[in-house]
């Protein structure tokens, strides 16, 4: 784990910085490295004040009315983590993701409200901090080409958040990609094994988002490497990051960018330095500038090691 100096310096050493680091992990963990606790206990809290509690349907019926295509789908909340130090003093930490149910509308009506700021509750500790907002776990991915580019998207202007931000690959693991609806499973399914499934996810969304929003095969991505959790100072907003090589030269990506499934979230895809990148972070929200720290502190641990 990194100490609040250093990452005060990474975040450009402001007052309030863009984003916060909950999670830090240099050398990166594979699936066996993270595991997932998927329960209720981690879904959020509802606020005391009933005004605020009913502002949420208010502002999502508003928000329903400009734009009747927007789809309430169920998301993994971020409820906190643990960590386990490693018996082989590889220096690496093993990470277990405390996980429960949100979904998109208790996100838009907490964490996006303009109110957002009074569903806090002063803590120290995070997940209280934040036990009233929906802080569905966002994902983000440093795609580096065989080139030693990265790969950043500039958002379409039709998108809820950030429209014509720069940013990473990258969107959500889904709940019912793993067959959940809710905590009460019809299937024959031990804690365990849902909790195994929930965790896999974790990897294979990514990887689905990456395919999905730049047009690139599968089969040229490397397995992930889950890099940390970055969380956006403004509405506290977090997001999981991952490293993944891509074999395919910058020049291969960009022909192939044209034909993305998803491409109409974001209107065009740059191959960028890492200096070119770290000029343009400034543009990117806050959670995704987390995700540009986290891949530093990855390079500047693999050149230490």
């Known amino acids: 784990m990194e100490t609040t100096d250093r990452l005060s310096e990474i975040a450009g050493g402001h007052d309030r910085p863009a984003f916060k680091l909950l999670v830090s992990c240099p050398f990166g963990l594979s699936p066996s490295e993270v595991s997932v606790v998927f329960d209720q206990t981690y879904d959020r809290i ?17 928000r329903v009315q400009k734009n009747p295509s927007l789809y309430n789908g169920l998301k993994f909340r971020y409820g906190g983590h643990t960590l386990s130090g490693r018996a082989d003093f590889s220096q690496k930490t093993d990470v277990c993701l405390h996980l ?70 990258g969107g959500h693991p889904e709940p019912q990609e793993v067959g959940i609806t809710s905590h009460h499973s019809d299937e024959e399914l031990t804690r365990q094994m849902v909790n195994r499934k929930v965790s896999q996810e974790m990897f294979d969304s990514i990887i689905r988002e990456v395919v999905e929003e730049i047009g690139v095969p599968a089969t040229a991505l490397s397995k992930p490497v889950f890099i940390g959790i970055s969380q956006r100072v403004l509405n506290v907003r977090p997001a999981a990051f991952f490293f993944i090589k891509c074999s395919l030269q910058s020049k291969e990506i960009q022909q192939l960018y044209g034909s993305a499934q998803d491409g109409y979230e974001s209107t065009q895809l740059y191959t960028m ?24 502190l990855m390079v500047d641990a693999m050149k230490e090691k």
Not at 46 to 62: A, C, F, G, Q, R
Not at 136 to 147: M, Q, S
Not at 274 to 292: L, N
Request: glycine share 8%; with cysteine.
């Open 100 to 169: 429960g149910l949100t979904d998109y509308r208790t996100f838009v009506g907490t964490n996006l409200n303009p109110l957002w700021e009074r569903f806090l509750i002063p803590s120290e500790d995070d997940w209280r901090r934040c036990q009233h907002t929906s802080n569905p776990l966002g994902n983000g991915a440093i795609v580096e080409t065989a080139d030693q580019e990265i790969v950043v998207l500039q958002r379409s202007n039709n998108v809820g958040e950030f429209p014509g931000h720069f940013v990473f690959p």
């Open 46 to 62: 509802p606020h005391p004040d009933v005004t605020l509690e009913n502002n949420i349907s208010e502002i999502w019926d508003k």
């Open 273 to 296: 330095s890492m200096s070119d990148v770290a000029a343009t972070a400034s543009k990117m929200p806050g959670c995704h500038q987390g995700g540009f720290a986290l891949y530093k």
